[in-house]
Protein backbone atom coordinates (compact mmCIF):
# COMPACT_ATOMS: atom_id res chain seq x y z
CA UNK A 1 0.00 0.00 0.00
CA UNK A 2 1.36 3.89 -0.82
CA UNK A 3 -1.08 5.28 1.73
CA UNK A 4 -1.75 8.80 1.41
CA UNK A 5 -0.19 10.03 -1.08
CA UNK A 6 -0.35 13.93 -1.77
CA UNK A 7 0.93 15.83 -5.26
CA UNK A 8 2.29 18.31 -5.62
CA UNK A 9 5.09 18.59 -2.94
CA UNK A 10 5.89 22.13 -3.41
CA UNK A 11 4.01 25.18 -5.34
CA UNK A 12 4.40 28.59 -5.74
CA UNK A 13 1.17 30.85 -7.19
CA UNK A 14 0.82 34.12 -8.03
CA UNK A 15 -2.07 35.92 -5.89
CA UNK A 16 -5.36 35.63 -7.78
CA UNK A 17 -4.12 32.31 -10.07
CA UNK A 18 -6.50 28.84 -8.93
CA UNK A 19 -4.81 25.27 -8.30
CA UNK A 20 -6.36 21.82 -7.01
CA UNK A 21 -3.93 20.08 -4.17
CA UNK A 22 -4.67 16.03 -5.03
CA UNK A 23 -5.17 13.56 -2.95
CA UNK A 24 -5.30 9.97 -2.82
CA UNK A 25 -5.69 6.64 -0.27
CA UNK A 26 -5.36 3.04 -1.12
CA UNK A 27 -6.63 1.74 1.93
CA UNK A 28 -10.30 1.87 0.87
CA UNK A 29 -10.84 4.30 4.23
CA UNK A 30 -14.21 6.10 4.32
CA UNK A 31 -13.29 9.21 5.57
CA UNK A 32 -10.85 11.74 4.50
CA UNK A 33 -9.38 15.30 5.90
CA UNK A 34 -8.08 18.17 5.18
CA UNK A 35 -5.64 20.64 7.11
CA UNK A 36 -3.61 23.44 7.01
CA UNK A 37 -0.31 23.89 9.02
CA UNK A 38 0.91 27.27 9.39
CA UNK A 39 4.66 27.90 10.80
CA UNK A 40 4.99 26.48 14.31
CA UNK A 41 1.29 26.46 14.51
CA UNK A 42 -1.00 23.63 14.82
CA UNK A 43 -3.37 21.84 12.25
CA UNK A 44 -6.39 23.60 11.39
CA UNK A 45 -8.95 21.27 9.53
CA UNK A 46 -10.54 22.91 6.28
CA UNK A 47 -12.95 20.11 5.00
CA UNK A 48 -13.24 16.67 5.72
CA UNK A 49 -15.63 13.59 3.67
CA UNK A 50 -17.00 11.17 5.67
CA UNK A 51 -17.54 8.82 2.02
CA UNK A 52 -17.87 9.37 -1.87
CA UNK A 53 -20.31 12.41 -2.25
CA UNK A 54 -20.55 13.59 1.05
CA UNK A 55 -18.18 16.57 2.41
CA UNK A 56 -18.24 19.66 5.38
CA UNK A 57 -16.69 22.27 6.64
CA UNK A 58 -14.16 22.15 8.99
CA UNK A 59 -12.36 24.83 11.10
CA UNK A 60 -11.16 27.13 8.15
CA UNK A 61 -13.04 26.58 4.61
CA UNK A 62 -13.04 29.84 3.26
CA UNK A 63 -11.52 29.93 0.47
CA UNK A 64 -11.85 26.53 -0.66
CA UNK A 65 -13.92 24.19 -2.05
CA UNK A 66 -13.43 20.38 -2.30
CA UNK A 67 -15.14 16.89 -3.90
CA UNK A 68 -15.24 13.53 -3.11
CA UNK A 69 -16.67 11.62 -6.08
CA UNK A 70 -14.42 8.32 -5.24
CA UNK A 71 -13.61 6.86 -2.32
CA UNK A 72 -9.56 7.03 -3.07
CA UNK A 73 -9.76 10.64 -3.89
CA UNK A 74 -10.29 14.07 -2.44
CA UNK A 75 -9.19 17.26 -4.19
CA UNK A 76 -8.58 19.94 -2.36
CA UNK A 77 -9.33 23.49 -5.17
CA UNK A 78 -7.75 27.02 -4.51
CA UNK A 79 -10.07 29.16 -6.79
CA UNK A 80 -8.43 32.69 -6.03
CA UNK A 81 -5.38 32.31 -3.99
CA UNK A 82 -4.13 35.09 -1.54
CA UNK A 83 -1.16 35.27 0.61
CA UNK A 84 -3.22 34.24 3.32
CA UNK A 85 -2.95 30.72 1.86
CA UNK A 86 0.63 29.95 1.87
CA UNK A 87 1.19 27.17 4.45
CA UNK A 88 1.26 23.35 4.68
CA UNK A 89 -1.50 21.24 3.53
CA UNK A 90 -1.74 17.73 4.88
CA UNK A 91 -4.31 15.12 3.77
CA UNK A 92 -5.40 12.14 6.06
CA UNK A 93 -7.65 9.61 5.94
CA UNK A 94 -9.05 6.94 8.50
CA UNK A 95 -11.26 4.08 8.43
CA UNK A 96 -13.68 5.26 10.79
CA UNK A 97 -16.53 2.38 10.97
CA UNK A 98 -13.90 -0.28 11.41
CA UNK A 99 -13.12 0.52 14.55
CA UNK A 100 -10.81 2.86 14.83
CA UNK A 101 -10.14 6.70 14.20
CA UNK A 102 -6.84 6.73 13.68
CA UNK A 103 -5.64 9.20 11.23
CA UNK A 104 -3.20 8.05 8.48
CA UNK A 105 -1.24 11.53 7.22
CA UNK A 106 0.12 12.27 3.53
CA UNK A 107 3.34 14.09 3.26
CA UNK A 108 1.81 17.86 2.75
CA UNK A 109 1.98 20.45 0.08
CA UNK A 110 3.79 23.13 0.87
CA UNK A 111 2.22 26.35 -1.11
CA UNK A 112 3.36 29.49 -1.40
CA UNK A 113 1.45 32.17 -2.68
CA UNK A 114 2.95 35.44 -3.59
CA UNK B 1 -17.25 24.69 19.15
CA UNK B 2 -14.34 22.56 20.75
CA UNK B 3 -11.31 24.16 21.78
CA UNK B 4 -8.30 22.65 22.40
CA UNK B 5 -5.15 24.07 24.51
CA UNK B 6 -1.93 22.42 24.95
CA UNK B 7 0.99 22.94 27.54
CA UNK B 8 4.23 23.54 27.63
CA UNK B 9 4.44 25.39 23.91
CA UNK B 10 8.21 24.11 24.43
CA UNK B 11 9.98 21.45 27.03
CA UNK B 12 13.66 20.56 27.48
CA UNK B 13 14.57 17.37 29.30
CA UNK B 14 17.57 15.41 30.10
CA UNK B 15 17.88 11.84 28.07
CA UNK B 16 16.49 9.78 30.81
CA UNK B 17 14.29 11.86 32.27
CA UNK B 18 10.19 12.09 31.43
CA UNK B 19 8.39 14.05 29.52
CA UNK B 20 4.39 15.16 30.21
CA UNK B 21 2.70 16.96 27.78
CA UNK B 22 -1.18 18.29 29.15
CA UNK B 23 -3.96 19.37 26.77
CA UNK B 24 -7.19 20.25 27.95
CA UNK B 25 -10.77 20.49 25.96
CA UNK B 26 -14.21 22.40 25.84
CA UNK B 27 -16.65 20.15 24.28
CA UNK B 28 -17.63 17.29 26.50
CA UNK B 29 -19.27 15.13 23.41
CA UNK B 30 -15.06 14.60 22.21
CA UNK B 31 -14.62 10.69 22.87
CA UNK B 32 -11.31 10.53 21.32
CA UNK B 33 -8.16 12.28 21.40
CA UNK B 34 -4.95 10.96 20.01
CA UNK B 35 -1.47 12.24 20.41
CA UNK B 36 0.90 13.19 16.86
CA UNK B 37 4.39 13.31 16.82
CA UNK B 38 6.08 15.43 13.79
CA UNK B 39 9.43 15.44 12.87
CA UNK B 40 10.68 18.35 10.67
CA UNK B 41 9.69 18.11 7.35
CA UNK B 42 7.04 15.04 7.42
CA UNK B 43 3.11 14.68 8.34
CA UNK B 44 1.80 13.72 11.89
CA UNK B 45 2.45 10.39 12.96
CA UNK B 46 -0.16 8.85 15.33
CA UNK B 47 2.10 7.24 18.87
CA UNK B 48 -1.22 6.76 20.92
CA UNK B 49 -4.48 7.43 21.00
CA UNK B 50 -7.24 7.11 23.65
CA UNK B 51 -11.21 6.98 23.85
CA UNK B 52 -13.75 8.68 26.17
CA UNK B 53 -14.19 5.20 27.98
CA UNK B 54 -10.73 4.66 28.96
CA UNK B 55 -9.16 6.40 31.57
CA UNK B 56 -5.54 5.30 30.75
CA UNK B 57 -3.34 3.72 28.07
CA UNK B 58 0.27 2.73 27.52
CA UNK B 59 2.54 1.70 25.09
CA UNK B 60 6.09 0.80 26.37
CA UNK B 61 7.43 4.17 27.00
CA UNK B 62 4.19 6.27 25.97
CA UNK B 63 1.43 6.57 28.21
CA UNK B 64 -1.82 8.52 28.03
CA UNK B 65 -4.60 9.85 30.73
CA UNK B 66 -7.94 11.09 30.57
CA UNK B 67 -9.59 12.52 33.40
CA UNK B 68 -13.36 13.64 31.34
CA UNK B 69 -14.60 15.30 34.23
CA UNK B 70 -11.90 18.01 34.16
CA UNK B 71 -11.48 17.52 30.46
CA UNK B 72 -7.94 16.90 29.99
CA UNK B 73 -5.47 14.50 28.87
CA UNK B 74 -2.25 14.15 29.40
CA UNK B 75 0.89 12.73 27.19
CA UNK B 76 3.86 10.65 29.48
CA UNK B 77 7.14 9.87 27.87
CA UNK B 78 9.49 7.96 30.37
CA UNK B 79 12.99 7.06 29.48
CA UNK B 80 13.49 10.03 27.31
CA UNK B 81 15.76 9.46 24.29
CA UNK B 82 17.36 12.00 21.66
CA UNK B 83 14.68 10.20 18.70
CA UNK B 84 11.92 11.41 20.87
CA UNK B 85 12.95 14.96 19.96
CA UNK B 86 9.79 16.52 17.88
CA UNK B 87 6.64 18.52 17.98
CA UNK B 88 4.01 16.83 19.84
CA UNK B 89 0.36 17.71 18.64
CA UNK B 90 -2.94 16.74 20.85
CA UNK B 91 -6.37 16.70 19.13
CA UNK B 92 -9.56 15.83 19.97
CA UNK B 93 -12.84 14.72 18.36
CA UNK B 94 -16.65 13.28 18.03
CA UNK B 95 -16.65 9.92 16.10
CA UNK B 96 -13.46 11.37 13.72
CA UNK B 97 -15.71 14.27 13.08
CA UNK B 98 -14.42 17.96 13.37
CA UNK B 99 -11.08 16.95 14.68
CA UNK B 100 -9.30 19.74 16.49
CA UNK B 101 -5.72 19.98 17.46
CA UNK B 102 -3.80 21.81 19.97
CA UNK B 103 -0.86 24.17 19.27
CA UNK B 104 1.47 21.45 19.83
CA UNK B 105 4.92 21.13 22.44
CA UNK B 106 8.07 21.06 20.85
CA UNK B 107 10.39 18.85 23.18
CA UNK B 108 13.88 18.89 22.99
CA UNK B 109 15.70 15.62 24.87
CA UNK B 110 19.32 16.88 25.59
CA UNK B 111 22.07 14.14 25.43
Known amino acids: NAGVTQTPKFRILKIGQSMTLQCAQD?????MYWYRQDPGMGLKLIYY???????DKGEVPNGYNVSRSTTEDFPLRLELAAPSQTSVYFC?????????????FGPGTRLTVL | GENVEQHPSTLSVQEGDSAVIKCTYS??????FPWYKQELGKGPQLIID?????GEKKDQRIAVTLNKTAKHFSLHITETQPEDSAVYFC??????????FGPGTRLSVLP
Open chain 1, 92 to 104: ASSPMGAGTDTQY
Open chain 1, 27 to 31: MNHNY
Open chain 1, 49 to 55: SVGAGIT
Open chain 2, 27 to 32: DSASNY
Open chain 2, 50 to 54: IRSNV
Open chain 2, 91 to 100: AASNYGQNFV
